[in-house]
DNA sequence: CTATAAATAGTAATAATTCTTATTAAGGAA
DNA sequence: TTCCTTAATAAGAATTATTACTATTTATAG
């Protein structure tokens, strides 16, 4: 299956959960979600926006945040914690981690091998119901190092 | 060595660093620091804004920000990962985890217990220089749970 | 095809944080 | 101690990301 199909996949997994939670389906809501979709670069709001624009010039920021969030409500896409000014949208729903690159703010997204398991901390379920495990590692990427050696 | 004790150690801490680093040591600087220091509930700048006021009226916001970024910049202090749209602070530098609460936005520290260590995923070497590594937990605490029973 | 309510566009407003500038004060030197 | 230099501050304006408001449009059920 190609990145294509698979994309295609995903919009029509959003289609049935729009139509499963009383959500119309909207070209709207189709494209922004493409743009989080297709990119691995876990794109800001505004450069959703930016990207929806060439398709659809009229489409405003106030869609494009209203419709993030909820995509987000629909577990369609997901916020990465980021300390970040700008929230970042991953819509890859595997369980992964990121990489976040202090120098340039790229996010990479960290695979665990076959034989990792995310841990959760023991004592962590003593201080409620856990919702989901997050982890990041900061650092500068190898692409911010090369450039600093210069 | 009690809680007093510990708070002033931090703060013959915080004033070499700041001499070793060629700044100042302001009372500004050592209010704010002990208002981070001295708090369990990882502080916004807006809590630590009100909290000093009440001892130098005439602290201003921009202070109150610029002091926490230079702190920061020392490794007195650091921001949490939190998703939630003010940042927060904690000056407890001791590895631990925390869990943040995604309905009354409280964050409780979780430290690990002594079989238990901070795993840096294998693959996130590949991505370059690692600086930290961060993990939290979100969910709903148990303060909450209690009161949505009701 | 029509009715209706959800979603949108355009724009104004808000919230958190940062910047600007005149003033103050920390800390080294005389 | 007193003076000097410059970092740090207070006050308020400005900026940035995000959200709210409202008239209009449009998806979809009947």
Do not use: W
């Amino acid at each position: 299956m190609n990145s294509e199909q698979l994309l295609n996949n995903k919009i029509e997994e959003l289609k049935e959960a729009c139509k499963k939670n009383g959500m119309r389906v909207t070209p709207q809501r189709i494209e922004i979600f493409k743009e989080v979709a297709k990119s691995c670069k876990h794109p800001d709001a505004e450069t959703v926006y930016e990207a929806v624009k060439h398709k659809m010039p009229n489409v405003s920021v106030d869609t494009v945040y209203r419709t993030l969030a909820s995509l987000e409500e629909l577990n369609m896409i997901f916020r990465v914690d980021n300390l970040l000014p700008k929230a970042r949208f991953d819509a890859d729903l595997r369980p992964h981690n990121h990489f976040i690159c202090v120098q340039c703010n790229e996010v990479y997204d960290i695979f665990l091998e076959p034989d990792e398991k995310k841990q959760i901390p023991k004592n962590a379920h003593s201080f409620g119901e856990i919702k989901d495990i997050n982890i990041q590692i900061r650092g500068i990427c190898n692409k911010c190092l090369k450039n600093n050696t210069k």
